[in-house]
């Protein structure tokens, strides 16, 4: 039985000949689309015999190997006794300079087509022609040759022949890899509570083709419980790979650590974290041309090795591996790290890969047969992920900003964007905006005039490199493209919207409910499992994140314990805005009371900076090592920040509710013995909110809910959620607002919240954590015993 390849033409090409330098300097985005029309253009200028765009496929065998090889001609010239094969290449380059070696590429493409076409029509000898059309001049450049097709079908097997080095150790793995799948145990002895019911229904759902919801709390090894069931999948050829999508790099641990532990257990497999660009670049800045990073020049030359060493040596492939492969070749990790890819068997990414119009990875998911599991961790960040991803603004004052340095041979440019200036104060003066503005219908007046000024400002850009605000510049240019990109969704489920602040006027196409665009992403995947801890309510997530009345959901208990956490609530306390100037201090005691009842290390969370600086200012004397989390933090800090719970002394933690450290961070152990959660986490009351929550209203009553409950509820159960992280741990949550005692709220507690104490007072709240914590004490001094 002969091993199948399918494979386009062009991919079989620039996987075997592809050469030289990255270079990512600024060439014009309407490139396609004046290649299109330039290939029009050409073929027009043929007379009845030339047939356009002729699609072409064969399937070839070669040795134990079956190719299946597709593409399409530009066009085919047929004579009674003759045929000519065309490839149309637009340019902007001389074309005095062009010559017929220019480009082996574009002779090679040509000569498989002139191949196919000649096998399929019984010809012993073809033309082949390669066309330039110089875009601006719109002059021509022909080459032509002829071949025997025994030439042609030479030169196939030569391409064939590179090829197949990496088919043979593709296929080699991957009979290797599901032998050892067919032979993989779960890796631990005994599945924790809830684990198994999550493996199965993972499993199930992949089998069928589904989507699955999963409200997975913190213990039941909810990594393993995705990653093992997909990879079983793949064993039995229902899959070909797993992406397993994460919204912060720190989230991407866990995976590799499931991946490792499988590996050491005998699984085959080779998984890879792609990292961003500028965290793994190792030229200082990025800058991706030969002329300024040295792994950028002649990076294709040397890819290949640099593939073909790290994967017949590493199977779990991170940061810091790429890097050390990188240093070793002389390559660009970053793009390394996606061609490493399309060898992987589990590509651990961000979501913005998969999900992102502007930046999902194209080369995976041209075609529509492949079939993906898409792993989505923590999914209850994807909701205002995919809305940022699906939505574009233009910022007046950044055009005007670029407006001046246009003159001379580039005023166009500049009484372009004087024409843009008065679009957007005819739009304020004729819908009367004097501070917000929101519509269900598009600012469609400004796409011409903005698509005109994209083909003005790149001339300059190809040709002002050296200027001194071309990063001003080039970054206009792409928030003009992007805006134009999702002015292509516009529908419905979108309001464009005008913000004037401080004499700034932003327009932007908000994404209000992004479930269409989310439907449409997953049907790049087989199936998609979306899971969290805190995928409450389930209905929200799953309605917003495009799951249908197909697709299952699942509620799962947590497998901690019972007796290990005490959820107590201050509910006589209102921490609402209007409230708070006289609850501050009732607020400041009941932590100072909380934290005093044993000693330990704390995290209180708040729902914003200046409510936390306001109760920091009320305890900074009262002798408490209180650590506080500053705006913008950076990684490093981020790290010295956690390693503080580390060290010997007692630290009080002051957060903000939604913030870096309120989700995604393991304290376990006596690291973390009590969390105070101030406030019900609502978003801040805004304008986007508000659209969001009329949004909503239109179709439901439970607008306000989607604006700001629910996020807020989610904030709140991440934050209680750093306590207990292992079956070991034992701690103390204390939830403060009069709003959870409420019903609204209370039904959106998990199940192992239903058993909570209220606290009258902090006298109460005194004696109920004593009695916990001696409780506990005594417990443990028994077990120990």
């Known amino acids: 039985m002969k091993n199948n390849i399918k494979i386009s033409v062009r991919n079989l090409i620039e996987f075997v000949m592809k050469s030289g330098h990255i270079d990512n300097s600024f060439k014009s985005i309407n490139r396609a689309l004046e290649g299109t029309k330039a290939h029009q253009k050409v073929q027009k200028s043929y007379g009845e015999n030339y047939k356009v765009e002729v699609s072409l496929k064969t399937i070839f065998e070669y040795e134990e190997y079956s190719f299946e090889l597709e593409g399409r001609a530009d066009g085919i010239y047929r004579f009674e006794d003759e045929a000519i094969i065309d490839e149309i290449k637009s340019t902007t380059y001389d074309l005095e300079k062009i010559k017929r070696e220019s480009n082996p590429l574009h002779w090679a493409q040509a000569k498989v087509y002139g191949y196919i076409y000649g096998l399929q029509n019984n010809l012993e000898k073809i033309d082949i022609q390669i066309t330039y059309f110089h875009i601006e001049s719109e002059e021509v450049k022909r080459f032509k040759d002829k071949f025997k097709l025994e030439e042609l079908e030479e030169f196939l097997i030569y391409l064939i022949g590179k090829y197949i080095e990496w088919a043979e150790l593709s296929f080699g793995w991957e009979e290797a890899r599901d032998r050892s799948i067919k032979d993989l145990q779960f890796p631990f002895k005994n599945y924790r509570i809830g684990q198994r019911e999550l493996a199965v229904a993972v499993f199930k759902t992949i089998k069928e083709k589904k989507n699955l919801f999963t409200k997975a709390p913190t213990g039941i090894g909810k990594t393993m419980s995705t990653l093992f069931p997909s990879i079983k999948i793949i064993g039995e050829g229902r899959a070909k790979k797993i992406f397993y999508l994460t919204a912060k790099t720190i989230t991407r641990q866990a995976p590799l650590k499931s991946m490792k532990l499988l590996i050491g257990k005998g699984l085959k497999m080779k998984a890879i974290v792609i990292t961003a660009k500028d965290k793994v670049c190792l030229n200082g800045e990025v800058k991706c041309n030969p002329r300024d990073c040295p792994f950028a020049k002649g990076h294709f030359d040397r890819v290949n090795d640099a593939i073909m060493d790290i994967f017949l040596n590493e199977d779990l492939i991170d940061r810091e591996k790429i890097k050390e492969y990188s240093l070793k070749h002389n390559v660009c990790p970053f793009e390394y790290s996606l061609d490493l890819s399309l060898w992987m068997d589990v590509i651990i990414c961000d979501y913005n890969y998969v999900f992102d119009p502007q930046v999902h990875l194209k080369r995976f998911f041209e075609e529509l047969s492949y079939n993906y599991v898409f792993l989505v961790d923590e999914a209850h960040n994807l909701v205002d992920r995919s809305r940022e991803m699906f939505s574009a603004s233009l910022d007046k004052e950044k055009l005007i900003e670029i407006k001046d340095k246009f003159k001379g041979r580039y005023i166009s440019i500049n009484k372009k964007i004087g024409k843009i200036d008065i679009l957007f104060e005819t739009i304020v003066n004729t819908n009367n905006i004097v501070d917000n503005f929101k519509s269900k219908e598009d600012f469609t007046e400004l796409y011409f005039p903005l698509k005109s000024l994209l083909t003005s400002l790149e001339p300059w850009l190809i040709e002002e490199k050296d200027d001194s605000e071309y990063e001003k510049v ?218 969001i929550k009329e949004y909503y209203n239109e179709s439901s009553h439970i607008g306000f809910d989607y604006a700001y409950t629910f996020p807020g509820i989610n904030k709140v159960l991440q934050a209680a959620g750093r306590v207990i992280r292992t079956e070991e741990d034992k701690g103390v949550i204390l939830l403060i607002d009069d709003r959870f005692v409420r019903s609204k709220y209370k039904k959106l507690f998990p199940k192992e919240w239903k058993t909570n104490k209220k606290i009258k007072s902090n006298i109460d709240l005194k004696e109920k954590l004593k009695e916990f914590w001696e409780k506990k004490d005594k417990f443990y001094e028994y077990i120990d015993k």
């Open 474 to 691: 080039i970054e206009v240019y792409f928030d003009i493209v992007k805006y134009l990109k999702i002015s292509e969704f516009f529908d419905e489920n979108y309001r464009s919207k005008k913000e004037i602040n401080e004499e700034k006027i932003i327009i932007k196409l908000f994404c209000v409910n992004p479930s269409n665009l989310l439907k449409e992403s997953i049907k790049r995947g087989v199936s998609t499992i979306f899971f969290s801890a805190t995928l409450t309510p389930i209905d929200y997530y799953k309605n917003i994140l495009g799951g249908g009345k197909k697709d299952y959901h699942m509620r799962l208990l947590s497998p901690f314990p019972k007796q290990n956490m005490s959820l107590l609530i201050r509910g006589n306390i209102s921490t609402r805005y209007r409230d708070r100037e006289n609850t501050y201090v009732n607020v400041a005691n009941t932590i100072k009371t909380f934290i005093k009842a044993k000693k330990g290390n704390y995290f209180i969370f708040f729902p914003s900076y200046a409510y936390m600086k306001k109760i920091y200012s009320l305890m900074e004397y009262d002798g408490i090592n209180i650590l506080i989390q500053e705006e913008g933090m950076k990684e490093k800090e981020r790290e010295q920040f956690l390693d503080k719970f580390n060290k010997k002394d007692d630290v009080v933690a002051f957060g903000v509710l939604g913030g870096m450290f309120s989700e995604g961070i393991d304290l376990v152990g006596d690291k973390l013995i009590g969390a105070v959660v101030v406030g019900v986490g609502l978003p801040g009351i805004n304008f986007e909110r508000d659209i």
